[in-house]
């Protein structure tokens, strides 16, 4: 079955830097786009970034621009979200998941691209 799995969250100071990992199995990686969403505190879900099957092609949103990359290592099956600069309001669970063309995003409908997601991993930004 479909399987991602996210790790590298953790607690850290605003300034600094995390790298997200999300471990993909379960089907050919190598053939979606896949995208990160968070959820802040309290709020809905949110889309980071996307990028296309074979890495070439990514999009952004608007507050992580220039501080977040998004890429993908297709042999090993891994997606990544190099986050810099952090700030208070990147505070939020982040999900992986499978799908989302890269490009912008307008209202919520980008909900319904995204067929499977991972559980998840805490990235608290506080002094």
């Known amino acids: 079955e479909v399987q991602l799995v996210e790790s590298g969250g953790g607690l850290v100071q605003p300034g600094g830097s995390l790298r997200l990992s999300c471990a993909a199995s379960g089907f050919t990686f190598s053939s979606y786009a896949m995208s990160w969403v968070r959820q802040a505190p309290g709020k809905g879900l949110e889309w980071v970034s996307a990028i296309n099957s074979g890495g070439g092609s990514t999009s952004y949103a608007d507050s992580v621009k220039g501080r977040f990359t998004i890429s993908r290592d297709n042999a090993k099956n891994t997606l990544y979200l190099q986050m810099n600069s952090l700030k208070p309001e990147d505070t939020a669970v982040y999900y992986c998941?499978?799908?989302?063309?890269?490009?912008?995003?307008?209202?919520?409908?980008?909900?319904?691209?995204?067929?499977?997601w991972g559980q998840g991993t805490q990235v608290t930004v506080s002094s």
């Open positions: 998941a499978q799908g989302g063309a890269p490009g912008p995003r307008y209202g919520s409908s980008w909900l319904e691209e995204l067929d499977y």
